[in-house]
């Protein structure tokens, strides 16, 4: 008998001892009844419903779901980027919340040109350079204060320090990805101990005890702990080391923005999306309003007709971006302009059913193909009472400028790309901007970010977004006329294969099995170009329906997550 315990306790030893667990299993799709999170991690999704159950409502799940992404899906969950919030209160009103990161005080148009005015490549993608001054916790901040329920702030991010100090089990797409990057981390931050690994493996533990010192201190002291003192001395100091120009001031400058949501009309939805400096809601009502004008839903979901028509909408649309949209603070979007519906008859006058418009003009030396990744992410909630948040944010590229903090243990974004260095010259992304997103000192970089509520009765619709860079825009187009067109439902909406274009590189982005063989042939016929990809976006979306909550992450990404009651 002895020896049995013995041996049980033994194996109960050693089996404590192992450095990998299980990891959390995600959920792709729920009904619930009451309220709902859909979000890139399990955990993260458990963290927001939790705070709701507790008494918190939209705003307070959203903040606290934020904190916990930062935590267990480092590759784009920040507190060292920014993003992009809109907000449905109860009674109907609609926000939008800015906390886009800024350029540095001493940011240049030319920073990233050599002295023939060429683009340096690689400046504006890694290392000091490439961060920007990051917005994600004076956001957060600010939606928690203004609408938020929960009275004490450091509740919200307590979860995420718990899970901080014990760890978590890292998915497998998680261990790749910190695998891949390694070394970059090596490059800019010799001697971390927590994400430097010789190999990462699903299950293997990731502690951040210097994550979560920061987080208490921003749990203690609200923003100031994080633009001020320690944390901010941290930041320069670590910019400045790899090549940056932020300073102090910059830090304390910064401040997250409510500003005037766009609001367009779709058949019976009112579509309430996100303004300058994102092109996301500008874009999306374009792409809308031009849609709208043609009998979609009797054409059918991919058919030619319907995939010619949204893809030559795409391609105007994108040209418009293009030259017309950067930040509004510094330069004078021509919003109403953009989004008035005899303007868009107008630039659909040269449409033709039988062949596609090539893309007007070409740029020197050709562009590379934007290439195939999704490292933002994006988290939809409703909570019981009908206030809904829709909230995507980034670092931009995965683990962003690869910078880590020293000390304090997270990584700063390189949304510095997101300008135009020089007028035509691609972006990561493929994208191309003019005069109107040059970079200027304390300027906003132009996001693609859509973080869209649909209402319908005036009552919430759909709560959607999505990462994947300039592809976010046709993502969440689709999902709509998906359900609003087509009827799906949210899960099928969400899953159902997608397309894009994007005016430069003229060329139809396509998933796998998008088209049937018929409609790829005919679309060849008029003229398209065609370049398969993965996938598209990593969608996550809620659908009220007959009174329930339809959630929907995206099979296309492992690691999302419904989590709701
Ligand atoms: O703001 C933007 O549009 C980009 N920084 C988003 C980056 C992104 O979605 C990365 N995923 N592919």
């Known amino acids: 008998m002895r020896r049995i315990v013995l041996y049980i306790f033994l194996l109960s030893f050693l089996f404590s001892c192992q450095s990998t667990k299980k990891v959390l299993p995600s959920q792709k799709h729920l009904i619930a009844d009451k309220a709902m999170v859909v ?29 916990a992404l930062a935590v267990v899906y480092p590759r784009a969950g920040n507190i060292g980027g920014g993003g992009f919030m809109v907000i449905r209160l109860p009674d109907g009103k609609a926000k939008a919340l800015d906390f886009r990161e800024m350029a540095p005080g001493k940011a240049r148009k030319d920073l990233y ?12 993608t890694a290392g000091g350079l490439s961060i920007g001054v990051p917005g994600t916790v004076a956001g957060l901040h600010a939606a928690w204060k203004k609408y938020g329920r929960i009275k004490n702030w450091n509740i919200l991010l307590q979860p995420a320090i718990k899970l901080a100090k014990k760890g978590f089990a890292i998915s497998k797409s998680e261990a790749r990805r910190l695998n891949k990057y390694q070394k970059d981390f090596i490059k800019y931050n010799p001697g971390n101990k927590v994400f430097i690994k010789d190999r990462w493996k699903e299950g293997d533990i990731l502690k951040q005890p210097e994550l979560a010192k920061t987080l208490e201190i921003i749990a203690n002291r609200g923003p100031e702990g994080f633009y001020e003192g320690e944390v901010a001395r941290a930041i320069v100091k670590k910019v400045k080391e790899t090549g940056g120009i932020m300073e102090l001031s910059d830090l304390l400058n910064y401040k997250s923005k409510f500003r005037l949501p766009i609001i367009v009309y779709y058949k019976d939805y009112k579509i309430i999306s996100m303004p300058p400096p994102s092109s996301g809601g500008i874009a999306l009502g374009q792409l809308l309003h031009i849609t709208e004008n043609y009998p979609i839903e009797e054409w059918g979901f ?19 971006r293009a030259k017309y949209l950067g930040d509004s603070d510094f330069y004078p979007v021509p919003v109403d302009k953009l989004l008035d519906r005899d303007y868009l008859k107008d630039k659909m006058a040269d449409f033709n059913f039988e062949s596609a418009t090539p893309s007007d003009y070409i740029i020197p030396g050709g562009f590379e193909l934007q290439k195939e990744s999704f490292e933002t992410t994006h988290i939809s909630i409703i909570d019981k009472n009908g206030m809904a948040v829709s909230c995507t944010t980034t670092l931009n590229s995965n683990y962003g400028s690869k910078v880590i903090v020293d000390g304090y243990g997270f990584f700063l974004n390189n949304e510095m790309d997101d300008f135009s260095a020089k007028p035509g ?37 759909m709560v959607l977004g999505t990462p994947g860079g300039s592809t976010i825009i046709t993502s969440v187009y689709q999902v709509i006329l998906n359900a609003i067109d087509f009827d799906m439902n949210m899960y099928d ?73």
């Open 493 to 565: 909406a969400v899953q159902a294969k997608r397309f894009h274009h994007q005016f430069l590189p003229d060329v139809i982005m396509y998933e796998k099995d998008a088209f049937t063989p018929e409609v790829f042939n005919k679309l060849q016929q008029a003229g398209h170009q065609f370049k398969q990809v993965r996938a598209l976006g990593y969608v996550k979306a809620i659908l009220v329906r007959d009174d329930k909550l339809e959630g929907s992450g995206d099979e296309r990404n492992p690691d999302d997550d419904v989590s709701g009651y």
């Open 425 to 461: 010259v691609p972006n990561q992304f493929g994208l191309i901007g003019s005069e109107a997103n040059s970079i200027a000192p304390y300027k906003r970089m132009l996001s693609s970010m859509t973080p869209t509520i649909v209402e319908k009765n005036n009552a919430p619709f």
């Open 39 to 67: 979000s890139a991690h399990p955990r993260a999704s458990d963290v927001g419903v939790k705070i709701m159950k507790r008494g918190g409502n939209a705003v307070d799940a959203m903040v606290a779901t934020n904190f």
């Open 302 to 320: 991919h058919s030619y007709k319907t995939t010619h028509l949204m893809v030559e909408a795409e391609k105007r649309v994108y040209a418009d």
């Open 113 to 124: 040109l050599d002295e023939e005015g060429n683009v340096i490549p690689g400046l504006s």
